[in-house]
């Protein structure tokens, strides 16, 4: 490279440049107002200079003066409301603790945990946090635009999965099944729908429709409450780190949502290729593996596509895509692994099912269409349908109208469907106490942070069981066993929430009640299955809940060792055709 | 850390504000602003600080070696091995992983991806320091002697970590010799609030649109791609340019005058005229330092051209759709230039405004695919390929829902404060009346994105990733 050759471009480019930027400078970095600097450079000569312009430049710095004093202040006043105001502690309305001050570490402070979480403490303890975010949702967010469609007031949140009837893709040929369809049984009583209670039945068939049997179990009432502790809250608090900033309102969310991206891509491969010959039975469960390379069916698992219509936070099912099938799959594999033990399988739907103006529906896929492939896809496994049941009371608050999960109420019309069909006594909604927390914000709101929601909370109204029970909670493997209530007390929140009463998802809990029909019930669910477990208290000897996605045991040992009579599986929609479904795989080869 | 924050903004800027202030004389008032340039550097990267002051070290080593053998092999040895030696740094820790995982793709072979993580701001901290090397080189700045007056130049906080990326002869002389009168401070608070509402109030607010459009691409008609493409365009431009901003005005509130790097992009007419607007201090640097590489010998016109629009796109991210990107815009300004200026000036304006939305929106959309098969379905959906819908419920319902947000985003692509500033300019009230209106909207900006910041994801700005 020649000097010479190099330079000339260069100079030439330096002068364009120069120029360039000297008019961009001209255009843009000209200081509002007239500088000391500037007059040396620019102004005429001292001489020259008249009392006008004497003038001119002192009513320039006062305003400039006054620009900084105004601007300077705020920062001021903002540092002294960061740092000497009291930090709040709890965000009620997000159903968290803040962040707390770090501990030093120096690993943490290598990988920057430290630094960073001084930083986040103060941003999330900002005093007054909770009435700033009120005042964000109600004055500055509407600014944004006009709600949709008149007296509807309707907010999208997220994406919708619209689509017009004919281009509903056609399903894939159901895989070959050996029993018969569960579904197309609709007749005819079976072993567990007439009162069996026997531990051993394999039972092929179930029930659709039938009419409720109930049986109640009158016992004394023992209220059990605990204080809400700090370990089981704190699993919530999510910390505000920059990497993980965009995804933060699924962050907030129950894991539910958060989980599915990481696992399926991780865990299905290992498991299939770990377990190949346990599997060459099964090719068509394998298969559906892939499903979670699949963008659509990823789509699926997404819970902050949100609609809010009349006041009503309403998640968009976007379909499962396959993964009904898959989950099908997922769930027989349970009945080949325990041929002994009843496997029921009940998916609950969202309340976009039952709450979506009709005007809407195109935005949404159907869950009634995904449980009926499920249903057809079933091998040894019981559908317990819970669609149909809970259909038939949507003018009664199944539903929570500004959080994700259904309400009690719900759980309890889904709980007696599998209490029908599973044969065993179920207690009625006359024999609980019932408890109502008003100023109900859900997490829809968190979500969204719509003043829809915001300002027209419910009432949160559960069940208090009369029965008997003790309740034991463990860890994810089944260890470090402590006592506690089947209910949280959620006294010390002034806004409650389905996770402050049903408590969190990542522990195992048994739950012993005095029931004496030899039955075992163990639960795979998802938090949804949480608000199931009061309503069958009067029903199984014993209940097992576990949560899929924090379960750290071999499943069929686990079964084998709490001699379980009964597997559910029962989880929302999302979950069940979601990447979530893959931990039911993946707990089988643990 | 990242501007976008309360703590910045009301913590580290205050300390760092204060200690500014109550140092003596420009020696300790740069000693100052090193540590409190290591320490926001070192904030959320500890380890990466080291790397940083090893480039910095070696780079300023080389300068003096280059000084030292002026005009002898030494220098073109200093210069080789310091332009090596970042190339190299920058092609460790960014490009690597891409390009193994492309030589087993073509190859079928399996070397393990390194898995190296992405030091902050190392894309916009070797351009810097290359400038420098090849302008010693060069002769077109006198060498920096002292070592703690070079790591000023390079680890300045306001500039560090995601540009603009200033040419040492920028602020050569203001490193050893600047003043701050009392409208510098009051322009840079202004500008910092400026960008702060760019990046607050639109970026982050357009994210959310983008995130539902593209963001779910296989549901999305060609309205809501289109629509998803023009809020990603701009959401780009107002975190960028907001960015840029409010390190244009902290470095003025430290006496340093930054060019600007972004002249309102979207009021270009031609393509060649928007990378004459957009991330200024990037296409400068190419087209200073790589254009005119004479490696392809006559055809260096077009050559330099690939090279150049190649690299571009590479910048911006170790994947192929940045490079298609890169040469995309490549591809306009090449056609751009076989049609010739005069030509170009011949189409009706209409036209020309048209084409070049059209282009830059449509680049956008590269930009933000990363995985190719979405980026397929990406260009079926804007033109309406296969069953498609023109437009959908979904779209009325957003379209409604962030109505005055987008018409309020469009409006501020224009340049309203440069038409503000001419209208200052013809008499003394009026420039008084619009200081003291730029006054009130600065304080209205900073409180309703300190507001807005209470609730926000700390969403990092965009280009921290490059």
């Known amino acids: ?590 | 850390m990242i501007f976008s924050r309360l703590f910045f903004i009301y913590l580290f800027l205050p300390a760092c504000l204060l200690t500014y202030a109550a140092a003596r004389g420009t020696k300790h008032k740069n000693t100052v602003l090193i540590i409190f340039s290591l320490i926001f550097y070192a904030w959320g990267e500890p380890a990466f600080v080291l790397l940083m002051l090893l480039s910095a070290f070696v780079n300023y080593a080389c300068g003096l070696l280059i000084e030292k053998y002026r005009g002898g092999k030494g220098d073109s040895a200093a210069t080789a091995f310091a332009v090596v030696f970042d190339i190299l740094m920058l092609g460790v820790f960014k490009y690597s992983g891409f390009v193994v995982e492309n030589i087993n793709a073509l190859f079928s072979c399996s070397i393990p991806v390194p898995d190296i993580r992405l030091p902050i701001g190392i894309s916009f901290y070797t351009f810097q320091t290359l400038s420098y090397i090849i302008d010693c080189h060069w002769e077109k700045v006198d060498t920096q002697k002292s070592f703690k007056n070079y790591l000023l130049y390079l680890a300045l906080f306001p500039q560090l970590v995601a540009g603009p990326i200033v040419r040492y002869s920028t602020i050569e002389k203001e490193i050893e010799n600047r003043s701050v009168s009392v409208s510098d401070v009051a322009y840079g608070f202004n500008r910092i609030a400026l960008g702060l509402g760019k990046k607050v109030l639109l970026a982050n607010q357009l994210s959310i649109i983008v995130d539902n459009t593209l963001g779910g691409i296989e549901n999305a008609t060609v309205v809501g791609a289109w629509y998803g493409a023009i809020a990603y365009a701009m959401q780009i431009y107002f975190d960028f340019s907001g960015y840029s901003d409010i390190a244009i005005g902290l470095g003025r509130l430290f006496g340093f005058h930054f060019d600007e790097n972004f002249r309102h992009p979207f009021v270009c007419k031609d393509i060649t005229e928007f990378w004459q607007r957009w991330h200024i201090s990037l296409s400068t640097f190419f087209r200073d330092y790589l254009l005119y590489v004479p490696i392809f010998g006559k055809r260096r016109k077009y050559g330099g051209l690939f090279l150049v629009w190649l690299c571009t796109g590479i910048w911006h991210g170790a994947s192929w759709n940045f490079v298609l990107w890169g040469l995309y815009y490549g591809l306009f300004v090449f056609i751009e230039m076989l049609i010739g200026k005069k030509r170009m000036k011949k189409i009706p304006l209409v036209i020309r405004h048209i084409y070049s939305k059209a282009v830059i929106i449509v680049g956008f959309g590269i930009f933000y695919f990363e995985k190719l098969s979405n980026l397929g379905i990406f260009f079926r959906k804007i033109v309406g390929y296969g069953s498609t819908q023109l437009i959908g419920l979904q779209d009325r319902i957003s379209l409604t829902n962030n109505m005055y947000l987008l018409i309020t985003a469009v409006i501020c692509t224009f340049p309203l404060i440069e038409g503000f500033k001419k209208l200052s300019e013809k008499n003394f009230a009026a420039k008084s009346a619009v200081n003291s209106a730029a006054a009130l909207c600065s304080a209205a900006l900073l409180l309703l994105s300190s507001i807005m910041l209470v609730d926000a994801t700390t969403n990092p700005f965009l280009y921290f990733r490059f």
């Open chain 1, 1 to 590: 490279m020649s000097k010479k050759k190099n330079t000339g471009k260069p100079e030439g480019n330096n002068k364009r440049e120069a120029s360039q930027a000297k008019a961009a400078t001209a255009i843009l970095e000209k200081p509002e107002t007239d500088t000391t600097d500037e007059n040396k450079t620019e102004a005429a000569p001292a001489a020259a200079e008249n009392a006008t312009e004497k003038k001119h430049r002192r009513v320039s710095n006062t305003i400039a003066l006054a620009n900084t004093l105004l601007v300077g202040g705020m920062i001021a006043f903002g540092s002294v409301y960061m740092t000497c105001l009291r930090h709040e502690t709890i965000a009620e309305d997000e159903n968290r603790y803040l962040t707390k001050f770090p501990t030093f570490s120096m690993s943490s402070y290598l990988k920057g945990d430290y630094t960073e979480g001084i930083a986040d403490y103060f941003d999330d303890t900002v005093h007054n946090r909770a009435k700033i975010k009120q005042f964000i949702s109600d004055k500055l967010l509407p600014l944004k635009g006009e709600p949709y469609g008149g007296d509807d007031e309707v907010e999208l949140y997220g994406i919708a999965f619209e689509h017009t009837p004919q281009e509903i893709p056609e399903l894939e040929p159901v895989p070959p099944i050996t029993d018969p369809p569960a579904q197309l049984i609709t007749e005819g009583d079976t072993e567990a729908s007439s009162g069996n209670e026997s531990t051993s039945g394999k039972v092929t068939t179930t029930m659709e429709d039938t009419s409720g049997q109930t049986t109640s179990e009158e016992d004394t009432s023992e209220e059990q409450t605990e204080k809400h502790t700090e370990k089981q809250t704190e699993k919530e608090t999510e910390k505000h780190t920059e990497k993980e900033t965009e995804k933060q309102t699924e962050k907030q969310t129950e894991k539910e949502t958060e989980k599915p991206t990481e696992k399926p891509t991780e865990k299905p491969t290992q498991t299939t290729t770990q377990k190949p010959s346990e599997q060459t039975t099964q090719q068509q469960t394998t298969i559906p593996v892939k499903t979670g390379d699949d963008p659509k069916a990823a789509d699926g698992e997404v819970t902050n596509n949100i609609l809010i219509v009349n006041k009503r936070g309403i998640t968009l099912y976007g379909g499962g895509w396959g993964g009904e099938k898959t989950y099908a799959s997922y769930v027989n594999e349970y009945h080949k692994a325990l041929p002994n033990v009843n496997i029921w399988s009940m998916p609950l739907p969202t309340s976009c099912s039952f709450y979506l103006p009709d005007k809407y529906k195109n935005l949404v896929q159907s869950e009634k269409a995904d449980f009926d492939t499920m249903a057809a896809c079933y091998n040894g496994v019981n559908a317990v349908d819970a669609y149909t049941a809970l259909s038939q009371h949507v003018d009664e608050p199944i539903y929570s109208r500004t959080d994700h999960h259904w309400a009690p109420l719900g759980a309890y019309y889904a709980a007696q469907e599998f209490a029908k069909d599973a044969g065993v006594p179920f207690d009625d909604l006359s024999t609980y106490e019932k408890c109502v927390l008003p100023g109900y914000v859900g997490t829809l709101y968190g979500f969204t942070k719509s003043s829809k929601l915001l300002n027209n909370p419910e009432d949160f109204i559960y069940y208090k069981t009369k029965n008997n029970v003790t309740v034991t909670q463990y860890n994810t493997y089944f260890g470090n066993p402590y006592k506690t209530s089947l209910y949280l007390n959620p006294a010390g929140w002034d806004k409650s929430s389905y996770y402050l009463v049903f408590g969190m998802d990542d522990n195992i809990r048994h739950i012993k009640t005095e029931c004496r029909n030899g039955r075992t019930l163990i639960i795979f669910k998802d938090s949804y299955g949480n608000a199931l477990v009061p309503f069958l208290t009067g029903s199984f000897e014993n209940i097992y809940l576990c949560d899929i996605r924090y379960f750290n045991l071999n499943a069929a040992s686990f079964a084998k060792q709490v001699g379980a009579t009964d597997i559910l599986f029962s989880m929302c929609s999302y979950s069940a055709v979601g990447g979530n479904k893959t931990h039911i795989h993946n707990n089988l080869y643990k």
